[in-house]
């Protein structure tokens, strides 16, 4: 065993009681990092699971169509009016070559054309208006996976089919097997059998959400050919606002991220990520201090033995290498400590809420980064609150040390 590191653990040993409170006082520390990081970065995969798992995280919609002048003939007093067009349901232009000059862009996971419109659901004397989604399944499972998300039947769109959500099917009393009527404005409609029920977790989606074909979709909205939307996923959900904008630039077309359409959420988010680094550093900082302060007292209490290490041969360096070396053993073995408090915390407190479903009511990200970087900012922590104690034992006069006792 090297020189310094035995002398190092001697002295530890020697202070035993100073260092089982500074190890606990360390395996706190990094127990509370790990657990708020590991709380927080669950909570955030969940809403985002939740928010993104339902949506694309980019939409590429139609030019808006200009408004209209209406004016009187040449010579007639008149005062020019603007009338905006009627809200209705349009198509991209030319939406095949867009989804071809988008095709291998840096970024894109998935494109999916999509026909999307209000409409209202018909079934005896029940009716309900809802938001009808024409959709290509094999496309738009690079958005969405639905089929993850079906409780009965499945994603089987030909002819006229459709597939609805658990809150629609309750209100309108429809089975798998079932039909309803869908009816759009311009009085285009069609009766529909139901292939599959969804549950999205959202009452919002549940029971409003209806698939149809695209094909389908295409007829009750008037858009033979078209398409109102491309969906698009991305492999870097933070980056879509950079995506979309790419986007825009290449096609001209209006380009919207999902952080344009949850800027709420985004913020929340940081907020959290923020709440959570303020709190970790000021437990670092403790950590530090902690440290320090034994070390410190060690260089003070054991001033003898160091002037009798500096009177024998001892280099500087080497003295300043067991304090350091204290340092990095407080940290290592500290930061273990705080791995199984961590550990502990974060299961306990997932297992002490839960859903009805028994599923954690606050997911908890347990990752081996996670634990990775909390022995390494723990071990680094060690070391530098060991560099000014470890400087000062160096400074040592051995003689005066020896001779004060």
Same mark, same amino acid.
């Given at each position: 065993?090297?020189?310094? #590191?035995l002398?190092?653990l ?5 202070q035993r009681?100073?260092?089982? #409170?500074?190890l606990?006082?360390?395996?706190v520390?990094?127990? /509370? ?9 669950g909570?955030?995969v969940?809403?985002i ?5 339902s949506?694309?995280?980019?939409f590429?919609?139609?030019?808006e169509?200009?408004?209209r002048?209406h004016?009187?003939?040449?010579? /007639?007093l ?5 009338e905006?067009p ?7 232009d030319g ?5 071809g ?7 894109i996971?998935?494109i ?10 018909v ?6 208006a ?5 959709i ?6 690079a958005i ?5 998300r079906l409780v009965e ?6 002819g ?8 629609l ?7 798998v097997?079932g039909t309803i ?8 409609g069609g ?10 977790g959202s009452?919002t989606l549940?029971?409003?959400?209806v698939f149809?074909?695209?094909?389908? %979709?295409?007829?009750?909205?008037? #858009? ?9 996923t991305?492999d870097e959900i ?5 995506l979309? %904008?790419?986007?825009?630039d ?7 991220s999902?952080?344009?359409q949850?800027?709420?959420?985004l913020v929340?988010?940081?907020s959290q ?6 709190i970790q550093?000021?437990?670092i900082?403790?950590?530090a201090?902690g440290i320090a302060?034994?070390?410190?007292v060690?260089?003070?209490q054991k001033?003898?033995e160091?002037?009798?290490?500096? %009177? ?7 003295v ?5 070396i204290?340092? %990095?053993?407080?940290?290592? /073995?500290?930061? $273990? ?5 961590g550990?502990?915390l ?12 028994g599923s954690a $009511? ?8 996670l ?8 071990l680094?922590?060690g070391?530098?609150a060991?560099? #000014? ?5 160096s400074?040592?006069d ?7 006792g």
């Open positions: 065993m090297p020189f310094e #590191l002398v190092a001697r002295f530890l040993r020697e009681l100073q260092t089982i #409170l500074i606990l006082g360390i395996g520390g990094v127990g /509370v990092i790990i657990f708020l990081s590991a709380l927080i970065t909570l955030q969940s809403i699971e939740r928010t993104l798992g949506q694309a995280q980019v590429v919609t139609p030019q169509e200009a408004p002048v004016s009187l003939p040449a010579g /007639v008149q005062a020019v009016t603007v905006r009627p809200q209705r349901v349009r198509s991209i939406w095949t070559d867009v989804v000059a988008l095709r291998g862009t840096r970024g996971t998935g999916a054309p999509t026909v999307s419109g209000p409409a209202i659901a079934r005896g004397q029940g009716s309900i809802l938001s009808v989604r024409g290509e399944p094999t496309s738009y499972r969405v996976d639905v089929d993850d039947g499945d994603l089987d769109l030909t006229f089919r459709a597939v609805v959500g658990t809150e099917a309750r209100k309108l009393g429809v089975e097997g009527r869908i009816q759009t404005a311009g009085d285009r009766t529909y059998s139901i292939s599959g029920i969804f549950d999205y009452v549940n029971e409003s959400l149809v074909s695209l094909r389908g %979709a295409q007829t009750l909205f008037g #858009l033979e050919g078209g398409v109102s939307a491309l969906e698009i991305t933070f980056e879509a606002d950079a979309a %904008a790419r986007i825009r290449r096609t001209g077309l209006p380009t919207e999902w952080i344009e949850n800027g709420d959420l929340g988010l940081r990520s923020m709440s959570s680094i303020m550093v000021f437990v900082l403790a950590v201090l302060s034994v070390l410190a060690s260089v003070v001033s003898r160091i002037g009798i290490l500096r %009177a024998t041969g001892t280099q500087t360096r080497s300043t290498r067991i304090f350091l204290q340092g %990095a053993v407080l940290g290592s /073995v500290g930061s $273990l400590v705080g791995i199984g408090l550990t502990f974060a299961l306990f407190f997932a297992r002490l809420a839960t859903n009805p479903d $009511l606050f997911p908890v990200a347990l990752t081996a980064v634990y990775g970087r909390s022995v390494a900012v723990a680094i922590v070391l530098l060991a560099v #000014l104690p470890a400087y000062n034992a400074r040592m051995p003689a005066t040390v020896i001779r004060n």
